[in-house]
């Protein structure tokens, strides 16, 4: 493996901020609890100092984060079984801005995307830019890939898919067929990217950095891109 190319002008911050916030889905969950330690008395900090412990009330689905198998197969990989290599590399951006939302979007408008970045290689981290974040008031439904462009996007050996949205499963469909399409190659997938159209070029150097948590479907994750 050659080391990467770290001659880089800027990074951009591609993850969410964990916020705790009232009445939240419990599927994105994020409640943090500060508690002091003067239970402990050999804990206790002296006059004028702070000690505390943070306990974490979440869902591995909070902000940018990544699944793995098992949140679609029972014998699935955890997060923690998945290799590190899988999250780290050139990454090519997707320009899927403009799509309609709320029926599949065809092979022939992935492919069109995937030449107008450059093209996708053996290997590539996947993003797919939907313009979630000042499209989601807006649209009816979600954007998704038909299986049959998904099928040919991952036709190369990619590692990683990571997308700005809160899923691309089709519509209606419980038996997850995209989902499956990944993670039956162990592919994993990134849920939830920001920043995607703050990004100047199409190809890019990518590290996201996951806690090695076993026996979970998800975690939170944080997602840096290089940009030369």
Not at 48 to 71: D, I
Not at 196 to 224: F, G, S, W
Request: glycine share 6%; charged share 20%.
């Amino acid at each position: 493996m050659n080391a990467p190319d770290f001659n880089y002008s800027r990074i951009v911050d591609l993850s969410r901020s964990l916020v705790p916030e009232q009445n939240q889905h419990p599927w994105v969950r994020y409640q943090p609890n500060v508690e002091s330690i003067v239970s402990d008395p050999e804990s206790v900090p002296p006059e004028g100092r702070w000690y505390v412990v943070t306990t974490l009330n979440m869902s591995g689905h909070a902000g940018t984060h990544v699944e793995a198998p098992l949140h679609a197969s029972q014998n699935g990989a955890s997060i923690g079984h998945i290799p590190v290599e899988r999250f780290f590399g050139e990454a090519v951006i997707l320009d899927l801005t403009a799509v309609v939302w709320g029926s599949p979007i065809e092979l022939d408008v992935i492919q069109q995307a995937a030449t107008q970045a450059g093209g996708i290689r053996q290997g590539d981290i996947v993003f797919m830019n939907f313009d979630w974040d000042r499209r989601c008031s807006q649209e009816q439904g979600h954007p998704f890939p038909s299986n049959e462009a998904l099928e040919w996007l991952v036709a190369p050996d990619i590692k990683l898919v990571g997308i700005d949205s809160g899923g691309l499963e089709i519509a209606e469909r419980k038996d997850l067929p995209n989902h499956h399409t990944l993670f039956d190659k162990g592919i994993p997938l990134i849920e939830s990217l920001v920043n995607l159209n703050d990004m100047r070029t199409t190809r890019v150097y990518v590290m996201a950095i996951q806690l090695p948590a076993m026996e979970t479907d998800a975690i939170p994750l944080r997602v840096l891109a290089f940009e030369s």
